[in-house]
């Protein structure tokens, strides 16, 4: 690749690249996104490649970053039809480029047919899962190959930097980001380009660009797809706000351990936008120097956090510290510092190209734009969606989601992870923005979006959630250090049939205490999944602590009776044994219901294959 | 043995350091690249790395106990990390933990005395929507049954020997 020295060159080297590419029709688009190659689709490339050299074919095979639906993997799209494939082997590779490449036949086995309507889907269109959602920052992952920065050109790659280096000053490019709306996605909603004017302003001749890709929110996954399927459009949002910014020669991605394919895209995107001049000294001839490196995280949850994550580039323990001053006057190395998300910088070259009037039409009047959820937990169908602000709950679970998992009773839905709250099933009308996610308790967090059905128990998740702040609670503040651990105390007491009065209300203050005396935002945060818990699900640590008992069955030491059901006859014995009717038939086996089990053992004494279990001893309510 | 084996940590501990000479913020990247080369931190490396950037060693500690991806214990062969993120909770990775801890007679984060085996948990490797997540050595596992996986590893070694 030769060096670009303009603004003219690269539009050259789009038209040449498109030309070349109208030339070659087809198209087999693989996913190869960390969901897709825990499914095999590694080997299904490799099959399509030997089986196209094979038989002499001029189709290119595309290995494609995730495409969102990685229940499915692995996934194939076939161009210029778009035929949408699903859990497709390597053996139907042959059959693949004979049918539907060659002839332009589908085979059905491999379309998608809808779990809820029954309908077959020939394209990612006409799938319920895609049809709601608006791909905006996901524009082009799953579409292109990310390791190749020819294919981000064509598709109108870094067309928004060279509008910005060849006819905006910085000042009208913060005024863009500001107009557009755009809040800060790593959960907090700063607005973006607020933040930028900050960085501008504050004094110093050495500022820094940091991209935030230490996604620690267990159950959230965006950045990792973005990283991994289109690298090259965090580049270019932040080669952006560096030229807004000014005085920015270094900028760093800090990317968590556990993304090793995301640090190696990454990566190569980055050498390959060097050797075009796309990143380094005088970028397209406009005289703005600047590059990236990528920082590997280590393992720290808390290195999320914007202050602690700079310590950590700086090599240190990462530890976040008190703010004022704000990183934008004194951040890495003390110098002025603009630290944005990963999604946040994938939007910047959309707002650039289509204007802020566009963006800003998209949304809520406080939350503009789109917002990637990982939609994981009980739900049909997950994966990695992206909806425009303001879409509520239900549509996201039920129409997206396609519903819960076994048609169960849907329960709740956590959103934000360890930092977030739980929205029951009364507010599952509740627009998805900034706002009215916090009016209900709960925030936007990195976006993890965790459903879960009646069989999981709100006490148990909130000491799950509390258990992994308090291990990643870097110790620095004794409010989340001590405060978090005694909490956990607490609710361990409780799912372990130990609760007692007084331990609600124990937990709420002390809640409320860690929350406005903690140093950094773990801290502030931990709480809230265990006080959204006991808002919406009083009762059930009411049952947990009164009556020893777990409504969703889930505690052991709280001694739910159980049947295994790969083990049972289905002979019925258990249920004429019951004398309380807690053992109901259903089309698929018996089950013991929880609710009228009296804990009396006679299901026990009659199993045949003993097939019934108790974990833990039940006290009885008196 | 020993002698040579710590020559060849010091040897290789300095061709690390010496990368990163001039550069500030460096010590977890040599953290990183030492871990790679070793499997873990040695206590040889971790002297010579405080020596040659001029830290207390205390402070070396300090940094690399701080993360939770540096260790100071050989690890085992075959690494095996069970996700425990949210989505993989939700779906009953506790009980794939357990099984395995059964399976390899050990805990979570523990070695076998064999060094054939490590058993992690993780928080989340990002690969919710296959929930619940096993990783083997680094890559995420399409099968999910301990047997299975326990077995199929033994087999490989095995073949091996």
């Known amino acids: 690749m030769t060096r670009l020295k303009s603004v003219e060159d690269l539009q050259a080297l789009r038209e040449a690249l498109i ?47 995730c495409q969102g639906f990685c229940q499915r993997g692995p996934l194939v799209t076939i161009e210029p039809q778009g035929i949408f494939y699903q859990k497709v082997d390597a053996f139907d590779a042959p059959k693949i480029i004979d049918l539907t490449v060659l002839r332009g036949k589908e085979i059905e086995r491999l379309l998608y047919t809808d779990t809820v309507t029954g309908k077959v889907a020939r394209n990612q269109r006409e799938i319920p899962f895609y049809q709601k959602q608006m791909r905006v920052v996901l524009r082009n992952c799953g579409g292109i190959n990310p390791t190749n920065i020819e294919d981000y050109i064509v598709t109108g790659g870094y067309e928004a930097l060279a509008k910005v280096l060849s006819s905006m000053t910085p000042e009208e490019v913060i005024e863009i980001v500001k107009e557009s709306g755009l809040r800060g996605r790593g959960g907090a909603g700063f607005p973006t380009g607020l933040k930028w004017k900050y960085a501008k302003a504050a004094k110093g001749d050495r500022k820094y660009v940091i991209c935030n890709g230490d996604e620690g929110d267990p159950g959230a996954f965006m950045d990792r797809s973005v990283l991994e399927g289109d690298p090259h459009s965090v580049i270019e949002g932040m080669i952006i706000c560096a030229y807004a910014v000014g005085n920015v020669s270094e900028g760093f991605i800090y990317v968590r351990e556990e993304y090793p394919l995301a640090v190696e895209n990454v990566s190569i995107a980055l050498s390959q936008a060097r050797e075009l001049g796309l990143l380094g000294e005088d970028i397209l001839g406009s005289s703005l120097n600047f590059d990236i490196e990528i920082k590997r995280g280590a393992g720290a949850f808390v290195c999320g956090e914007s202050t602690a994550l700079m310590m950590s580039i700086e090599g240190r323990r990462g530890m976040p510290r008190v703010t004022p001053p704000r990183s934008t006057e004194a951040g890495l190395w003390a110098k002025p510092t603009c630290l944005n998300n990963v999604e946040t910088f994938a939007n910047i070259p959309v707002i650039i190209t289509k204007g802020a009037d566009w963006y800003a039409r998209i949304g809520t009047k406080e939350s503009k734009g789109t917002k990637i959820f990982a939609l994981t937990g009980k739900v049909k169908n997950t994966g990695l969606i992206e909806v425009p602000m303001g879409i509520t709950v239900r549509e996201v679970v039920f129409d997206i989601g396609g519903g819960v998992l076994g048609d169960k009773r849907f329960k709740a839905v956590q959103i934000g992870g360890p930092s977030g709250g739980c929205i029951p099933r009364e507010h599952l009308d509740v627009p998805i923005d900034f706002e009215s996610l916090g009016e209900v308790g709960s925030m936007m967090g990195s976006g993890g979006l965790v459903v879960m059905d009646e069989s999981d128990c709100m006490v148990e998740i909130a000491r799950f959630f509390l258990s992994f702040t308090q291990r990643e609670s870097c110790g620095k503040c004794p409010p989340c250090r001590i405060g978090t651990y005694e909490m956990l105390e607490i609710l361990t007491r409780i799912v372990e049939g130990r609760g007692e009065e007084g331990d609600i209300e124990l937990l709420e203050r002390m809640g409320e205490e860690i929350e406005t005396t903690s140093l950094c935002g773990l801290g502030k ?56 009717d807690a053992i109901m038939e259903e089309r698929d086996g018996f089950y013991i219901d929880p609710v009228y089990c009296n804990g009396c053992g006679a299901c026990v004494v009659v199993c045949p294959v003993h097939c019934i279990t108790v974990e833990g001893k039940r006290v009885v309510k008196a | 043995m020993g002698e040579i084996c710590a020559c060849l ?24 690249d030492v871990q790679l080369e070793f499997g873990y931190l040695p206590e040889n490396a971790m002297n010579v790395i405080a020596k040659e950037l001029d830290i207390s060693l205390a402070h070396a500690y300090g940094v690399a106990s701080f993360y939770t991806r540096f260790y100071f214990t050989p690890r085992g062969e075959n690494i095996i990390r069970v996700c425990v993120g949210t989505a993989c909770h939700v779906r009953g990775s506790h009980a794939i933990l357990e099984e395995f801890e059964t399976e390899l007679g050990l805990k979570d984060g523990e070695t076998s005395d064999d060094l054939k085996f490590t058993l992690e948990t993780v928080s989340c490797v990002g690969c919710c929507a296959l929930a619940p997540v096993v990783v083997i050595n680094d890559v995420v596992s399409k099968e999910r049954n301990p047997k299975r996986i326990v077995t199929k590893l033994r087999g490989e070694e095995e073949q091996d020997d």
Do not use: W
Request: with cysteine.
């Open chain 1, 19 to 65: 030309r070349r590419r109208e030339a070659k029709k087809h198209r087999v688009k693989v996913c190869a996104g960390t969901g897709c190659r825990a499914s095999g689709s590694i080997g299904v490339i490799k099959a399509f490649s030997e089986e196209m050299e094979k038989q002499g074919l001029e189709v290119e095979v595309v290995p494609t970053g």
């Open chain 1, 525 to 580: 945060t931990a709480p809230n999944p265990v006080l959204t818990a006991i808002h919406y699900f009083r009762g059930e640590y009411e049952a947990h602590i009164r009556d020893k008992y777990c409504p969703a069955g889930i505690c052991r030491a709280l001694g739910a009776y159980r049947i295994l059901e790969d083990e049972c006859l289905l002979c019925g014995l258990c249920r004429e044994a019951c004398a309380y």
């Open chain 2, 9 to 32: 940590e010091l040897e290789k501990t300095r061709e690390i350091v010496k990368k990163y000479e001039g550069k500030q913020g460096v010590l977890v990247h040599i953290l990183q």
